[in-house]
């Protein structure tokens, strides 16, 4: 099973700041790692697929990238709605596995 | 914009059958696979398995031995055999995407928690 780590587990920014995420395998993933936002309360969404790809309707405050075991999700400008759980997640190999999440909170 | 809802039972005793299930809001239940995901508190978010428009299946080999899937009319089930107290957790449903080999969720549904006790 392809372990995901993701650090830091909590990162505390203020509004307007860049944040950085970041999420390594055990073993390649290729680029089969995609990005989810979870706020409290609700469903997680799909925001990064295939590494560097945003979902429908995801801003472009957020992007992603990396390749191989190491990857990165930086949100450029931290908006309100931002400040939630944030998980990885690869395809590359069955089972499909999850990182344990980074919660960014307001600093 | 589907959604997808699950339901079922909160409390489950140990040793009993865990079933749920997600309605979809649209006819893409022919076109999609249908998976389900949970999330024990404080732990990582775990891929139980997932069921195509088909029928056929694919499950976590963690818990293969006690996963059965279902598709029903805009609709689909997961029931989960011989549960115990490490089975509690959250249980989402969610939609695979058409991109992706179909192993990316897009949308969740919210998520019901479901507690095993006696």
């Known amino acids: 099973e392809i372990v995901l780590t993701q650090s830091p587990a909590t990162l505390s920014l203020s509004p307007g700041e860049r944040a950085t995420l970041s999420c390594r395998a055990s073993?390649?993933?290729?680029?089969?790692l995609a990005w989810y936002l979870q706020k409290p309360g609700q469903a997680p969404r799909l925001l990064i697929y295939d590494a560097s790809n945003r979902a429908t309707a995801v801003p472009a405050r957020f992007s992603g990238s990396g390749s191989g075991t190491d990857f990165t999700l930086t949100i450029s400008s931290l908006e309100p709605e931002d400040f939630a759980v944030y998980y990885c997640?690869?395809?590359?190999?069955?089972?499909?596995?999850f990182g344990g999440g980074t919660k960014v909170e307001i600093k | 914009q589907v959604q997808l809802q699950e339901s079922g039972p909160g409390l489950v005793k140990p040793s009993e059958t865990l079933s749920l299930t997600c309605s979809v809001s649209d006819g893409s239940i022919t076109t999609h696979y249908w998976n389900w995901i949970r999330q024990p508190a404080d732990k990582k978010l775990e891929w139980i398995g997932r069921i195509h428009a088909s029928g056929t299946t694919d499950f976590n080999p963690s818990l293969h031995s006690r996963v059965t899937m279902s598709l029903g009319t805009s609709k689909f089930s997961l029931q989960l055999a011989s549960v115990t107290a490490a089975d509690t957790a959250v249980y989402y449903c969610?939609?695979?995407?058409?991109f992706g080999a179909g192993n990316w969720f897009d949308p969740w549904g919210q998520g019901t928690l479901v507690i095993v006790s006696s």
């Open positions: 073993q390649s993933v290729n680029t089969y």
């Open positions: 969610a939609r695979g995407t058409t």
């Open positions: 997640q690869q395809r590359k190999d069955w089972p499909l596995t």
